[in-house]
């Protein structure tokens, strides 16, 4: 099956750092552009970073950027956001997301709670 | 940042009804807009790429229209599976935004 996973979601307190996983399977991760958008109640659906097939370019969110590092492994078909210096705003479902030009595959995501 | 307002927020009808949704644009993004559907505790599923194509395995009652700065999804017979939240996207430009969200009930 084509499908993304998502995994290392958690309770975390704040100024603390998780790291997410996901993990592809189905077809040639290495061809594809990959993003993590977030969903929150409030702010609904936010993009938080790109990373292109040959790791060439890489973008983020105003909000995270110097906080969350997106990075992948062609070779383990994974994608990865390093998450540090985490806030109460950044409480919410992250997904890992297959990127062409639409977002056309996402995962199931992996949800992420910023509290004290 | 490109804004993406619909409307309307919320939209209650009755199953074989036809559903308009609006996207518009804060400025001008060509066709780099796409829709998504979003079931309650399931993730967004794409229904159309660039304002018009339909995605794989969508069913025909699902359409999109538009260029520029406005667009329109469109349900052609509302079925009760349709209950969902329906938001736009655009890719002309990073940040890549999405609008609010438009919640279609079915009475």
């Known amino acids: 099956d084509v499908q993304l996973v998502e995994s290392g979601g958690g309770l975390v307190k704040p100024g603390g750092s998780l790291r997410l996983s996901c993990a592809a399977s189905g077809f040639t991760f290495s061809n594809y552009n990959m993003n993590w958008v977030r969903q929150t109640p409030g702010k609904g659906l936010e993009w938080v970073s790109s990373?292109?097939?040959?790791?060439?370019?890489?973008y983020y969110k105003d909000s995270v950027k110097g906080r969350f590092t997106i990075s992948r492994d062609n070779a383990r078909n994974s994608l990865y956001l390093q998450m540090n210096s985490l806030r109460a705003e950044d409480t919410a479902m992250y997904y890992c997301?297959?990127?062409?030009?639409?977002?056309?595959?996402w995962g199931r995501g992996t949800l992420v709670s910023v509290s004290s | 940042e490109i804004v993406l307002t619909q409307s309307p927020d919320f939209q209650s009808m009755a199953p074989k009804e036809k559903v308009i949704i609006t996207c518009r644009a804060s400025?001008?993004?060509?066709?780099?807009l796409h829709w998504y559907q979003q079931k309650p505790d399931q993730s967004p599923k794409l229904l159309i790429t660039?304002?018009?194509q339909s995605f794989s395995g969508v069913p025909s009652r699902f359409s999109g229209s538009g260029s520029g700065t406005d667009f329109t999804l469109t349900i052609n017979g509302l079925e009760a599976e349709d209950a969902a939240t329906y938001y736009c996207?655009?890719?002309?430009?990073?940040?890549?935004?999405f609008g609010q969200g438009t919640k279609v009930e079915i009475k």
């Open positions: 400025q001008n993004i060509g066709s780099s």
């Open positions: 997301v297959r990127d062409r030009g639409s977002f056309d595959l």
């Open positions: 660039y304002a018009s």
């Open positions: 990373i292109s097939s040959s790791l060439s370019f890489i």
């Open positions: 996207h655009q890719s002309s430009s990073l940040p890549r935004t």
